[in-house]
């Protein structure tokens, strides 16, 4: 059956994250997200490599699994489990959905996607991000987006602390909204970082016809 692949991407609804209520800004709670939003920056740019396993659940409650590959700057891979046609690969410029079943590809600008917050080290998140209220100190969330080009949507990215990872964060997931509220949420777990990652990791089959290899 023919479908779109933003909807696949963009639209997939899992569980909600495992957040507390929000609670008041106060100057000592404005002046603590700014060390946050710091953190997360420092998170970012400490990250060279990330590979992990992920989970998304639609809101039909069926979950997707696969593996996770990134590599800073710019490049991601979403190698969705067996017998799902779908593939998201980002090689450092552009954000790529291939779904093999129907041979329909869809692309843009990475910095164009929500996922651009978390690919681009030299972006200063303190102009497009904001710490947003947990509850639980041991959870630290922040959602980018930018103001001037709502069409791009938004991301909350959430943290667990841990000194074990990057800047003392682990990344846990992230809850996706696009410019027509479709809810995209993941979770992270088996997160290994500074691997060895080649770049033919991020090369993908154009299936539609005629197509040829991209990235070579």
Known sequence: MQRSLAPLFLALAAAPLALTGITPI??????????????????IRGVTTLTADFSQTDRAGQTLTGKLTLKQPGKIRFQYQKGVP?????????LTMIDYEVR????WPIGSSPLGALLDPSKDLSKFG????????????VEARDPKRPEYGTITMIF???RAGPAGLQLYGWVML???NNRTAVR????????????????????????????G
Do not use: E, H
């Not at 779908?86 to 552009?94: E, H, M, N, R, T």
């Not at 997160?191 to 090369?203: E, I, K, N």
């Open 178 to 180: 696009d410019s027509q």
């Open 104 to 107: 329909q590809v869809q692309r």
């Open 160 to 162: 667990k602390r841990d």
């Open 26 to 43: 106060t100057p000592a709670a404005a002046q603590q997200g700014t060390s946050d939003l710091a953190q997360v920056s420092a998170y």
């Open 188 to 215: 992270f777990s088996n997160q290994v970082y500074g691997a060895p990652v080649a770049d033919s990791a991020f090369r993908w089959t154009d299936p539609r016809p005629r197509g040829r290899s991209a990235g």
């Open 130 to 141: 904001k710490v947003v209220p947990t509850g639980d100190p041991s959870i630290l969330s």
């Open 86 to 94: 779908l593939l998201i690969v980002s090689d450092g410029k552009a």
